[in-house]
């Protein structure tokens, strides 16, 4: 473990990071903390499907034809997944059935998260991000995650578990 590491889960890690990586690509700090917990959302709905923690998609989401009204007006790729997302009176918002994700909340659950320790971690995962284009951190983005985000166990069992975040390690993946 490195001089600046924290124990904390992956499924906040992915979410500020896809935020951080969403704010690179152009959108304003209330949008992408949004696209940040979908994402997050997102990959923890497929792992935990993957685990059996969840069960399989109901039949009206196994192959058919993604369908309007869900509450989507367009998708946003965030770290190689595609969001849901539609224009508010506030701004772009990812979306969660009908209903856009509040950024308030999403800043008050990494605030949860990472306590004192948010900002370092936020300016690791920015130092990072900067270090590419918006076009390559598009392509490296969720890759990066990967060799960075915090080692858990393997399967059920690293379910929900801690991992340390090494913060002289995220900033040293763009060096590798």
Request: a positive charge; proline letters at 7%; glycine letters at 12%.
């Amino acid at each position: 473990m490195g001089q600046e590491a924290i124990k904390v889960n992956r499924a906040p890690v992915l979410t500020l990071w896809a935020a951080v990586v969403a704010e690179r690509q152009g959108y304003d700090r209330d949008a992408a903390l949004t696209l940040g917990k979908a994402v997050a959302g997102l990959n923890a709905q497929s792992k935990g499907r993957m685990l059996g923690i969840f069960g399989p998609p109901k039949a009206a989401e196994r192959g058919a034809p993604k369908k309007r009204g869900l509450g989507e007006e367009f998708w946003i790729e965030v770290c190689g997944r595609p969001v849901p997302a539609k224009t508010t009176p506030d701004g772009i918002r990812a979306v969660v059935g009908p209903d856009p994700i509040d950024p308030a909340s999403v800043q008050r659950y990494l605030e949860g998260k990472f306590g004192e320790h948010l900002p370092a971690v936020e300016g690791a995962m920015k130092e990072l991000a900067g270090a590419f284009s918006p076009e390559k951190l598009a392509d490296y983005a969720y890759g990066l995650y990967e060799q960075f985000r915090p080692q858990i166990a393997a399967g059920r069992r690293g379910w929900g578990q801690k991992g340390e975040l090494d913060l002289d390690f995220v900033r040293s993946v763009s060096r590798k």
